[in-house]
């Protein structure tokens, strides 16, 4: 049974950092491209970064391009994502999810997903 848990959400004002975990289980994490969602209000999951099982191939969107960081370690099956100045409209549940075909910047390619962790950023 694949189990992907997302830890280090929380309420941080603008400007400040945090660094979100995300654990996974239950499946060869190694062989594993994964990404990062978020979902502010209404139904759609916005991307937010994705990395390669090895690391040589990452992706982030434009909103996040310099501010935010993604990295693994597959000693520990963990993926992080590092997240610097954020800003109000940073604030989401953000989800961490495994790739299984298709664009890394699209949900419907992921077939894994956590339940997420909130972060809160007020101005």
């Known amino acids: 049974q694949v189990q992907l848990v997302e830890s280090g959400g929380g309420l941080v004002q603008a400007g400040d950092s945090l660094r979100l975990a995300c654990a996974a289980s239950?499946?060869?994490?190694?062989?594993?491209?994964m990404g990062w969602f978020r979902q502010a209000s209404g139904p759609e999951r916005e991307f937010v970064a994705a990395i390669s099982k090895y690391s040589d191939t990452i992706y982030y969107a434009d909103s996040v391009k310099g501010r935010f960081t993604v990295s693994r370690d597959n000693a520990n099956n963990t993926v992080f994502l590092q997240m610097n100045s954020l800003k109000p409209e940073d604030t989401a549940v953000y989800s961490c999810a495994a790739f299984k075909s298709g664009d890394y910047d699209r949900s419907r390619s992921y077939n894994y997903w956590g339940r997420g962790t909130q972060v809160t950023v007020s101005s």
């Open positions: 239950g499946l060869t994490f190694g062989k594993t491209a």
